[in-house]
């Protein structure tokens, strides 16, 4: 009987929980949805529908963004700033964290998607990234009447943009994809370890050196004439954030595909060098 | 192992006293920055006295790269980092023997000195102390961190730039903690021991990850 309770308890162990999940998940789903030919064929139809529904929301959004949502009491006409930065800032984030969990799907399972995953969103991360600091800075100098403070929220954007930089600059010095895979894999698991160490040693830095005076966004609450838009707009870039990567993901997948068929060219080439035989591409690489 | 990871540690420990080892050449480096800063800034003692261990700090960050580079690449190149990938002692162990005895030639010796460059920078005792003991805590946090891109870069030809592009975000931390820390101490207005101990803490983490992170990279990288 005890044998039995203490069983169940084990069993439901959170951390065993969560490892069966994974492991059903990966069993089942991903074998069949992750394969980068599985991939390719069920991305294929799925893109131009999703980049004309991204279209469509930023459409809409950017409509009500213009010519509907009223002007801020105190901001006047740059709140309508607000509604690009904010997207742009929660991708530039939601993307380090889609990496970091690319990078354990890399180390950990050693998927052939994870990589692919890893190296698409990098670039486009690190893009968001920059929008953010961007329209942050345009939004500042009417409002705060300079272009760039050493506030903790801005330095912790420009330092997350430097690891974007620095990862996209490894991915650029490795050849083999491989290698650069779990090289990179490492990078971002120690910079999302950092991220938080970094952040919080940011924000003692800030409150150190000066107060938070000029820093208060017009007031606690948002208003639902701003907010709703805001929401959509968030939707829509999230959307166009996930397009994108997929679009990144199978350049990278026919990349890859076009990398191994040049490599079996060239070793073709090398075995036969007078013969003018055609290459057998439809065997020619499994996989990629 | 012990024994097998000693005889590495003396063995980095010669090689660096022995063949042009990058310790004195970052011990230089370190003092040309500190003898830099006072001709853009101009010879202001009351402006260098205040801002000394923030240049004693950045000096130390950027010097820290010196050399670094070469600690994973010099073995990686003639082919003793593989016998150590196939020893019978743990990579992580290797590393951190390695890493140990890269900072016991740099970070160490930059921290006594310290004492000495800030003279140059007008500072008074209690900031010089301050100062050397900060670089004393903070340094392995640097080393261990820099280990990480070291690691990475290790078989990448010309890798020293972009191993400097990937671990000075990241002792970013170290260096706020340990500027406020020595500043503290100076002007008091936040206690010297609470940044100090953050500064031992980010050191024990990054021996933590650095080593783990770089022996994996060094296993992962064939």
Known sequence: ?????????????????????????RRTMWNRIAHPGHFM????????????????????????TWFVVPPDYQQGETVRIMYIHVPAAWLGVFFYGSMAFSAIGTLVWRHPLADVAQRAAAPIGAAFTIICLVTGSLWGKPMWGTYWVWDARLTS???????????????????????????????????AVNLPIIKFSVN??????????????????????????????ILAFTLLGVTLHLYGM????????????????AERLDARPASTGSLPVGQAVQGF | MTRALLALLVRDLTLAARVGGSGALSLVFFLMIVVLVPFALGPDLNLLSRIGPAILWLAAVLATLIGLDRLFQADEEDGSLDLMTGAPVPL???????????????????????????????????????????LLVGTPALTFVGAVGAALTASIRRGGLILAVLVLPLMIPT???????????SSGTVPFATPLMILGALSLIAAVIGTFAAAAALRWSE
């Open chain 2, 175 to 185: 260096l706020i903690f340990g500027v406020s820390a020595s500043e503290a101490a």
């Open chain 1, 157 to 191: 954007m420009l330092v997350l943009f430097l690891i974007y930089c620095g990862i996209i600059a490894l991915w650029r010095t490795i050849e083999d994809p491989n290698r650069a895979a779990r090289a990179i894999a490492i990078l971002t698991l120690v910079g």
């Open chain 2, 92 to 134: 992580e162990g290797v590393v951190l023997a390695k890493v140990l005895a890269h900072w016991l030639t740099t970070g160490l010796p930059l921290a006594l000195v310290s004492p000495l460059f800030g003279l140059l920078l007008a500072l008074d005792g209690t900031a010089m102390l301050a100062t050397a003991l900060t």
């Open chain 1, 250 to 265: 199978r350049t990278e997948i026919l990349r890859r595909r076009v990398r191994a068929l040049t490599i079996r060219e």
């Open chain 1, 1 to 25: 009987m005890v044998g039995v309770v203490e069983d169940a308890i084990l069993r439901a162990t959170p951390a065993l929980l969560l490892h069966r999940t994974l492991g059903y998940f």
């Open chain 1, 41 to 64: 064929r069920w991305t294929g139809p799925l893109m131009p529908w999703l980049a004309g529904l991204s279209a469509l929301l930023l459409g809409i959004g950017l409509y009500l």
């Open chain 1, 204 to 233: 003692w830095w800030s409150t150190l050196h000066q107060p938070a005076s000029i820093l208060r966004m017009g007031g606690s609450s948002i208003d639902p004439s701003m907010l709703y838009p805001l929401l959509l707009m």
